[in-house]
């Protein structure tokens, strides 16, 4: 099967190419008000030549525009790790409601008890979607979820009076938040390995394990996309060596009503809502990272969380806080949002969101094992992880492999990461795409394996119909032009 690319006949020109000497975009109506003496003319300028374009050409134009970047709206994107699904439009809409949205943080509570009471309710479910019932939706990315279940870490030893306990043990797949979280925490790190098998070495961890364990960091399922088999072996040797158990649920877009980390023996995790409950993701939006924990440390949770008494709602202050870990209760939009999406669900509607992730990301990967390499060659879960090692001994390295993937309208997955595997490519598939859309990334990829040995220099010079081609990407990173130019 042989793909075609090309973009069609898009008119690109810049908009001052498309001008024609008196031709306009819009009237203006009569002035119903006194002209105004114009200020002083130092102020004023003459040399800006504006485009003269029809209003049709003006719309053109910031149509094609806007769809010169990659989203989930146009395009396939399988970025792995991050879960760039599609999000119902109806949740935005219900997050724009006048109630939800023109509200004001400072408003009396009395005069918010519908906002408090939804966010009451989305900790009630993410506790139990986690089986960890102290939520705090305080923390406004995963990093800063990350960063808040340490400093809880520290102060449930600190109230125990184990003061010894200072270091984090981070497995080497880790995201690379965990360890610059750790440190920021005031935590030494020490990492263990990961087996021939994409599992901990559960012995290496044996031997970290200590009275200096004050927590282990692990991300579920794995950045390699896998489950830990051994999950319960190793909360019992952190238990048993006195440390608490941290789960990165930066995506469980693999575990909702499957798994609930709580009766594994997770003391802590966290969330981004903005991958698993349809909110905005990337483009440097807003982001919500809930902080779930047991019923012991629930007491230690930032400041605020939403309580029932009474006589309403209240956002109220834990017993023994570690106070807050940004302004106000979070990023309320997203939970808004998040909300939405887990009530129009419901449990099964949730399980099913995991199940077609599982499906999805295991089929590629039984479809592409036989052209690439994998990471561990076993049922995953939410995404597969392939190595283009196999490739790169023919000349086409993953980046190659990536940037010819944009040919085809289809985003490049994450590359690179997890770092321990050779040329990685992280694709998760997501439960929103159906197997006609998979069936093509693997055309396609199985397509670009071919190409190696027929028209190299096709993949080599890729992409070859978006505005903007092959970078120097090192040049791009260290010099960066962050300003149009006439000649650039």
């Keep these: 099967m042989t793909i075609t690319t090309g973009a069609g006949d898009i008119d690109r020109r810049l908009l001052m190419d498309r001008s024609v000497p008196r031709r306009v975009a819009f009237t203006v109506p009569d002035s119903d008000v006194p002209f105004q003496k114009l200020p002083d003319s130092s102020y004023l300028r003459d040399d800006v030549e504006l485009p003269e374009v029809s209003q049709l050409e003006v719309v053109r134009y910031f149509s094609v525009l806007s769809q010169l970047n990659f989203s989930i709206d146009t395009n396939f ?42 966010l009451k309710s989305l900790q009630d479910d993410l506790g139990e979607i986690t089986g960890l019932p102290g939520v705090s939706l305080a923390p406004l990315a995963g990093a800063q979820g990350e960063y808040a279940g340490l400093l809880i870490t520290r102060a449930y030893h600190a109230a125990r009076n184990d003061a010894e306990r200072t270091v984090a043990i981070v497995p080497d ?147 023994a806080s570690i106070g807050p870990i940004n302004g106000f209760h979070g990023s309320f939009s997203i939970a808004a949002r998040a909300y939405a999406y887990i009530k129009s669900l419901g449990l099964e509607g949730l399980q099913s969101v995991s199940e077609n992730a599982i499906i999805g990301a295991n089929y590629i990967q039984a479809k592409l094992k036989d052209k690439y390499d994998l990471a561990a060659d076993r049922y995953c879960m939410h995404e597969a992880v392939l190595s283009a090692s196999r490739q790169k001994k023919r000349g086409v390295a993953g980046l190659d492999i990536a940037k010819r993937l944009l040919d085809f309208g289809i985003h490049a997955p994450t590359m690179y990461f997890p770092l321990i595997i050779e040329e990685a490519l992280m694709v998760e598939p997501t439960e929103s795409e159906s197997r006609e859309t998979l069936d093509h990334f693997i055309a396609v990829m199985r397509q670009i394996d071919d190409e190696i040995d027929s028209t190299p220099e096709l993949i080599h010079e890729a992409p070859h119909d978006l505005p903007v081609t092959r970078l120097d990407e090192a040049k791009a990173a260290r010099k960066p032009v962050l300003r149009w130019t006439a000649e650039g």
């Design 77 to 118: 994107y399988p970025l792995g790790s991050c879960t760039m699904k599609y999000n119902p439009k109806i949740n935005d809409e219900l997050a724009n409601l006048p109630g939800l949205a023109d509200i004001h943080p400072l408003q009396p509570e009395e005069t918010v008890q519908g906002a408090i009471r939804l």
């Design 173 to 319: 797949s880790a995201h690379g938040t965990n360890p610059a979280s750790a440190a920021m925490a005031g935590l030494e790190v020490a990492t263990v390995r990961s087996d021939d098998h994409g599992n901990v070495d559960v012995e290496n961890l044996r031997e970290l394990a200590d009275g200096r364990t004050a927590v282990f960091m692990l991300t579920i399922p794995s950045t390699m996309g896998l489950f830990e088999p051994n999950i319960l072996e190793i909360i019992k040797i952190i238990h048993d060596a006195g440390g608490l158990v941290y789960a990165d649920g930066a995506n469980l877009n693999a575990l909702l009503g499957i798994v609930k980390l709580g009766d594994l023996g997770v003391d802590i995790c966290h969330s981004n809502l903005h991958k698993t409950f349809s909110t905005p993701h990337g483009g440097g939006g807003p982001g919500s990272g809930p902080v779930m924990v047991t019923d012991e440390l629930a007491k230690y949770l930032p400041k605020p969380v939403a309580e029932k008494t009474e006589n309403g709602y209240v956002l109220a202050i834990p017993e």
